[in-house]
């Protein structure tokens, strides 16, 4: 099936019952997918602050301490591979840590770009470590491996045991450790090609290679019962990469084939089980249900477990011969082709036609106002989504703010002003439309040349380039392109969702880029010796001056950015330091820790509120007064200060007038929010008792300018001229 040369097949004979030894490839392996999936557990869908701003930490100083020590005893001398990539990267980030400066939300931009520079700083290391250990990398997929495997494991886990693991869960799709179906969808495609390369290599321990097979079925199994089409979608694709770059392709359509086979058995069972598949089921359906479904998952591990044995044992017994393989390849090509005709045949069969329903299909893809599809198995096979209505607003975002958007993290709070629904939603699930709305064209060109760079450094380390056609598909080689596969099918998915802001899908993909950008080019590789072992004696370091001093930098840049990352969390927990303190009346305490939560984050809105129901309890309305006006001036895009603004004007201050035009800026802001036009209606009346109360139109958006705290705000708020 493929043209390309390849390694030979190994003479030696086949043993299915011997064990891998342990070493440094196995404790490198364990120890990687201990901190993939020590990720997934604790930052779980990186929107709790607290959660992600501690992962952050770990990997900000991890990161740090792996620069250095691979700086300190790298033996490797020559250029450093993977610059320009890293270079982009950090123009990116740089200009998500400017955008504070012009954001809607600078609060919520502060924290972006720590989770960016903490993505650069797992990128970074990533680099670092593949210059140290560059013999390792089987360790890095394996590790991905297994921890996706882990991950996965536990949300099937869930399923089975929702008694003691998840008995207050309302939904069928599975969500944990996440708490986002789709992130554990993704999980389980990325997993897939390096499983795919475990199962289909020519080397390593028989007895592994064919857990494979079982392990892969488990992948299938969680991305169908989290009815993710967008895991579905990037798997698909991610896999297409791996067969088309790889040529292992009988071996692997011969484990991915027996897995998918064990894996559709599996789900179809628990697609017809209402008490696995249907929302708000009460718990004892859902434990009688999982634990069938749990005799099922052992029952699928100990036959696919036999089949990868017994599969492995007949291709080393009487292996292929040319012919053979030749004619297996086009009948795998030819099965391939049958599956859109069948689709198609199958679509002729419906009312509306083969291109009317693909036509039907396209048009809830992308419209903005289509039906959103059930939760339940039926979406698996649904087109529409509500992903064409934020994508709409984002473009609509995008367009008032074209060059630099409106601030990292900034969707959220814009979009208030253009949705025409009452749904809160935090991103735009697109990784390009949310950089588009937050950072504008420049932000998504900053995005562009790192992946252009990373690509043009995976390209050279991959030997996808036309100088380096013809050259043998080397081991080494081939654990490259399926980490390439594995940074593919992430990208896909981020794409059409936001998985980039869960640190456990995107830590993964960051490494394995990491990984594959930092090993050079692929015809310098081959040529060289076998890598030397690292040198920790410190006499190395004297010889080279410039290592100690570079390490040092890379633990202080490391420790620097932990701090900064440190502070919005710091800000956040004297705030509700104080919000308790003012629960139990202490309102000293409560003044104090919220100066020292404002000192800590000068951008965060909760110490200014906490100020300021501290100073109205004390009598003190002006300085009250002042920290609402404040808030205004920080964030003159959120709806959410004109209201609190508008509140204190009229229930403290008794001023209905200054009240109307804070709410009507507010409405304009917030035109579909029940709360805030009700409020607005409410102090109509009052200011203006014979008139018919009328709310402001929520039009087309007006002209913007910059007010105070660099955000955008209307120029002219409906109400306030």
């Not at 005893?73 to 450093?80: D, K, L, S, T």
């Not at 999980?187 to 080397?203: E, I």
């Not at 628990?270 to 249900?289: M, T």
Request: charged letters at 15%.
């Amino acid at each position: 099936m493929s043209s390309h040369a390849a390694v030979p097949e190994p003479t030696l004979a086949y043993r299915p019952l011997a064990l891998p030894r342990l070493g440094a490839d196995a404790a490198l392996t364990v120890g990687v997918a201990a901190i993939l999936a020590a990720v997934a557990f604790a930052a779980e869908g990186g929107l709790l602050l607290g959660r992600t701003t501690k992962v952050e930490l770990l990997l900000l100083v991890g990161s740090g301490l792996v620069v250095a020590g691979s700086t300190l005893a790298a033996p490797r001398r020559g250029p450093i591979c993977g610059l320009s990539a890293a270079g982009g990267f950090l123009a990116l980030a740089l200009f998500t840590v400017a955008s504070i400066a012009w954001a809607a939300q600078p609060a919520d931009a502060w924290v972006e770009a720590n989770r960016t520079l903490t993505y650069l700083a797992v990128f970074v290391a990533a680099l670092a470590t593949v210059r140290a250990v560059p013999d390792r990398w089987p360790a890095i997929l394996g590790g991905v491996a297994l921890g996706g495997v882990v991950v996965c494991g536990y949300a099937l886990a869930t399923k089975v045991f929702p008694g003691a693991l998840n008995p207050d869960e309302l939904y069928a799709r599975l969500r944990s450790p996440y708490g986002y179906w789709n992130a554990v969808g993704l999980t389980a495609a990325m997993a897939v090609p390096p499983l795919l390369w475990l199962g289909a290599r020519r080397q390593g321990p028989p007895a592994l290679n064919a857990l494979a097979v079982p392990a892969i079925g488990l992948l299938l199994v969680t991305i169908m019962l989290s009815y993710s089409r967008g895991a579905l979608l990037a798997l698909a694709i991610g896999c297409a990469v791996w067969f088309a770059a790889i040529p292992l392709r009988l071996r692997g359509v011969a484990v991915l084939a027996g897995a998918a086979a064990g894996a559709a058995l599996v789900s179809l069972w628990a697609f017809s089980q209402d008490a696995l598949s249907k929302d708000r089921i009460d718990l004892g359906s859902r434990v009688a249900a999982g634990h069938r479904l749990g005799l099922l998952l052992v029952a699928m591990v100990l036959a696919l477990t036999a089949v990868g044995l017994i599969a492995g044992f007949a291709a080393a017994a009487r292996p292929l011969n040319a012919l053979e393989r030749r004619r297996a390849g086009i009948a795998v090509v030819c099965a391939l082709a049958l599956v859109p005709v069948g689709v198609g045949i199958g679509l002729t069969q419906t009312h509306r036609g083969l291109f009317g329903t693909i036509g039907h299909d396209v048009s809830q893809l992308v419209d903005p106002n289509a039906t959103i599809p059930a939760n339940d198995p039926s979406r698996l096979t649904s087109a529409g989504s509500v992903r064409a209505r934020y994508w709409n607003e984002a473009f609509q975002i995008t367009g008032d703010h074209l060059w630099l958007g409106v601030g990292a993290g900034g969707y959220a709070t814009v979009r208030t002003r253009y949705r025409n629904d009452t749904l809160d939603v935090r991103h735009a699930h697109g990784y390009v439309v949310q950089t588009l709305a937050d950072l504008g064209l420049i932000g998504m060109a900053l995005s562009l040349l790192a992946l252009v760079s990373w690509a043009v450094a995976a390209a050279r380390a991959t030997g996808l380039r036309r100088a380096d056609r013809g050259r043998p598909f080397t081991p080494e080689r081939i654990g490259l392109l399926t980490m390439v596969s594995v940074v593919v099918t992430f990208g896909v998915h981020s794409f059409v969702d936001w998985t980039w802001f869960v640190p456990g899908n995107a830590v993964v993909a960051l490494l394995c880029a990491g990984c594959v950008a930092g090993r050079g080019p692929l015809r310098r590789n081959a040529a060289a010796a076998p890598a030397p072992r690292l040198d920790l004696r410190p006499r190395a370091w004297i010889a080279e001056r410039w290592r100690a001093p570079a390490a040092a930098a890379a633990v202080l840049i490391a420790l620097v950015s932990a701090w900064a990352v440190w502070q919005p969390l710091r800000s956040l927990n004297a705030s509700n330091d104080a919000l308790s303190a003012l629960e139990s009346g202490n309102l000293a305490a409560a003044h104090a820790d919220a100066e020292a939560a404002r000192r800590r984050d000068p951008l965060a809105l909760d110490p200014l509120t906490a100020l300021a129901v501290v100073a109205t309890r004390q009598g003190r309305k002006d300085e009250a007064r002042r920290a609402l006006e404040k808030e205004v001036r920080i964030q003159p895009a959120n709806s959410e200060t004109w209201l609190r603004l508008g509140d204190f004007q009229l229930n403290q201050l008794n001023d209905p007038k200054a009240a109307l035009r804070s709410l009507a800026a507010a409405v304009y802001l917030n035109p579909r929010d029940p709360l805030t036009v009700s409020a607005y209606l409410e102090v109509s009346r009052r200011v203006h008792p014979t008139a018919t109360p009328t709310v402001p139109a929520p039009a087309t958006p007006q002209p913007t300018q910059t007010q105070p705290g660099g955000a955008s705000a209307p120029a002219q708020p409906p109400g306030t001229g």
